[in-house]
């Protein structure tokens, strides 16, 4: 079990940067608030450490305009720090992003010295987005799952009943079936095998079993990252 794991962990922190074709995004937008400051993407290079790499940076111009190119290989999540914000969105290869910036908002002096201070975290919107738009997607989605979510995390010190657990995840599952975009399908997987783990349907021996072993190595999935780290965060100890 060990050796897996190792190798498990070997190949998802070695793959993140394995490239499957060149390409690039365009971002840009209009925030009149962030006028004159500088913004900053980035990635997160490490799923397990948390550490994070800088990808492309521009400043915004007096009136509020922004714009940059990217390099982008694969499907990722990318994220930025405007003031007390942690804001991301989901980009592909080839696509443009007009991104929709919240009214800016410096941190506090309280904020700066709170050792634990969190940022609020939020999904971007996007002025040009369409129905089938990955992050409209992924939007749609987490206002489905978090309410099941919630009742599962709620009732974890119950009697699990398994049965429901498979009717919440199928009736989940009925309006996103239709869409077959590869990050999306996995992405809803991997919140599933979250769910299952919960509701304690699945020990860690079977979860690791049938989401990681003999499975695609999803380096860049945020779902499947969430997962894998909660199956195997106590191994971790060890290196």
């Not at 804001?87 to 080839?94: L, N």
């Not at 919107?125 to 992924?138: E, H, P, Q, R, V």
């Amino acid at each position: 079990m060990m050796l897996r794991i190792v190798l498990v962990v070997g190949f998802f922190m070695a793959g993140i940067y394995l490239a499957d074709g060149a390409g690039e995004i365009t971002i840009r937008g209009k925030a009149p608030s962030y006028g004159g400051k500088q913004l900053t993407f980035y990635q997160t290079a490490d799923w397990i450490t948390g550490s994070e790499e800088a990808v492309g940076n521009c400043m915004v111009s007096d009136s509020g305009d922004f714009y940059l190119t990217i390099p982008l290989e694969k499907t990722v999540q990318l994220h930025l720090y405007p003031g007390i914000y942690l804001a991301y969105f989901f980009a592909e290869p080839g696509k443009t992003y007009e991104l929709i910036l919240p009214e800016y908002r410096e941190k506090s002096a309280e904020d700066l010295l709170n050792p634990y201070f969190e940022p609020v975290e939020i999904h971007l919107g996007l002025a040009n987005f369409s129905s089938t738009d990955l992050n409209m997607l992924i939007m749609m989605f987490d206002d489905t799952f978090i309410p099941y979510y919630d009742k599962h995390v709620n009732s974890i010190y119950l009697k699990p009943d398994f049965e429901k657990l498979a009717e919440d995840i199928a009736q989940m599952e009925k309006p996103f079936a239709e869409y077959d975009h590869a990050y999306f399908r996995n992405y809803r997987k991997y919140h599933y095998g979250v769910l299952k783990m919960l509701a304690n349907q699945q020990r860690v021996q079977s979860i690791s079993d049938e989401y990681f072993n003999n499975q695609p190595v999803l380096y860049n999935n945020v779902a499947y990252a969430d997962l894998f780290n909660q199956v195997f965060h106590k191994y971790f100890v060890f290196f």
